[in-house]
């Protein structure tokens, strides 16, 4: 099978086929609480994490930070 090359947050990476969002962010070490997560410029509701991350999407993991 052919890996499926993405970018999250600036960076490259190769992903199994039928990695889902979810398990992207296990495999990559990220928190599923308090983030967000964009693929292309669009915000990917938690409710789609379950499906499987595309050839060439350009993803960013958001934080969300307190202040004022």
């Known amino acids: 099978m052919t890996a499926?090359?993405?970018?999250?947050?600036g960076a490259d990476h190769d992903l199994e086929p039928g990695t889902?969002?979810?398990d992207m962010l296990t495999q990559l070490g990220l928190p599923e609480k308090g983030i967000a997560v964009a693929v292309d410029g669009i915000v990917l509701p938690r409710s789609r994490w379950g499906e499987d991350?595309?050839?060439?999407?350009?993803i960013e993991v958001l934080t969300a930070v307190q202040g004022g």
């Open 4 to 9: 499926v090359g993405v970018t999250v947050n």
């Open 20 to 22: 889902t969002v979810r």
């Open 53 to 58: 991350v595309g050839r060439g999407w350009t």
